[in-house]
């Protein structure tokens, strides 16, 4: 009689993780590379990148500006499978490019901070709620929760009325900030937990977490952790991601045909975390 196959005994498989900051600045890379330091896996491997850019911004704000960053994400997808590298986070939490750059991404798995953080909040909570920056990103975000079906468990989004450059100038005035309207979220909107609506917003989850009492979740934290767990599945047991039916990439001859990805890959700074 045929017996069941079973994994081999647990150990610890190295794996190599991405990190990229999607702008042409490497404004956040050192910072984010310290914290992702500080919480890997010791047999982890971390890369914290940023983009070659001619021009960039320090922000994904507007929509005009994150549609610039497609181009060069898709490109650091692609190379990402071509050096074997296990995971790749997009680090923005409006998830920029994230089908795109899976679509082309070889067995690396990518990863997006905003679904991220919904797949962690829902095993903590029903509800959540999510703290913004500003106004302006709220309908873009709505759009994200809703395309992942977690609009349902969505109790609010709030606004600290700053945006992403402000997040680490005055750590006093972000952090209480931040918690003034996690505690409405709780109080006033029903939020069971809270997430952080901005990657830029790292390094206050635990204070606020502690104030206010309910799961605060940092997207730096949960994204990177998601990806280095995936990563270690998909050496262990060979989950990697799927390329047929809509997750078809595009075949190697067309892409010869056609010229693509023949520029330099568009890392303008690199940081081994």
Known sequence: MDTPTFP???HDVPVTVRWLNPIGRPTFDAPISELLHAIKLPSTRVEVLSLDMAASSTHLEYR???????APIAHIARDSAQHNIDALVL?????????????????????????ASVQVAANLAN??????????????MHGRIRAYGAQDRLASMRSLGMGVDEFQRDH?????TIIEQARRAVEEDGAEAI?????????FFEEVQAQIGVPVIDPVVA???????????????GWSPSRVGSCEPPSEAEI??????????????RINA
């Not at 997430?195 to 390094?203: P, V």
């Open 172 to 176: 006093a005035l972000t952090r209480r």
């Open 64 to 70: 005009a500006y994150e549609a610039l960053t497609y």
């Open 127 to 140: 509800r959540f709620s999510i703290i913004v920056g500003r106004n302006k990103w709220i309908e873009q």
């Open 256 to 269: 010869k045909a056609f010229g693509l990805f023949q520029e330099p890959v568009p890392i303008g700074n």
């Open 8 to 10: 081999t005994p647990a």
């Open 91 to 115: 680090g923005c939490f409006y998830d920029p490019a994230l089908e795109d750059a899976r679509e082309i991404s070889g067995q690396t798995v990518v990863i997006g901070p905003c679904q």
């Open 223 to 237: 994204a990177f952790k998601v990806a280095e767990a995936a990563a270690g599945m998909k050496r262990r047991f």
């Open 195 to 203: 997430i952080l609506g901005c990657t830029i917003e790292f390094g």
